[in-house]
């Protein structure tokens, strides 16, 4: 099992930054990849970004790229989400995940609340 909590949301002005944090707990020597996903009320759960656990290899969704960017402190078994020029249609429950190898993702955080005003 692997364990997941997010935090660091809160309410930011559109062009202004946040940075969550994922801490993983449990079976940490197990993950293959983190990712992030999002949430936006009446929206279907989107992809953020991942990153291998063991590599340097990250992957953005196209909404984000160049704003986003996801790293992670493998000694404190932590995955964050830095997000400059925060825009109004950022705003959404942001998700951490795990995978243990590549494919679906087996665990997620109970998720952190990002509200960005214009």
């Known amino acids: 099992q692997v364990q997941l909590v997010e935090s660091g949301g809160g309410l930011v002005q559109a062009g202004g930054s946040l940075r969550l944090s994922c801490a993983a707990s449990?079976?940490?020597?197990?993950?293959?990849?983190m990712g992030w996903f999002r949430q936006a009320p009446g929206k279907e759960r989107e992809f953020v970004g991942s990153?291998?656990?063991?590599?340097?290899?990250?992957g953005y969704a196209d909404s984000v790229k160049g704003r986003f960017t996801i790293s992670r402190d493998n000694a404190k078994t932590t995955v964050y989400l830095q997000m400059n020029s925060l825009k109004p249609e950022d705003t959404a429950v942001y998700y951490c995940?795990?995978?243990?190898?590549?494919?679906?993702?087996?665990?997620w955080g109970q998720g952190t609340q990002v509200t960005v005003s214009s």
């Open positions: 995940a795990a995978q243990l190898s590549a494919g679906e993702y087996n665990y």
């Open positions: 449990g079976r940490t020597f197990s993950l293959y990849k």
């Open positions: 990153i291998r656990w063991s590599r340097d290899i990250t």
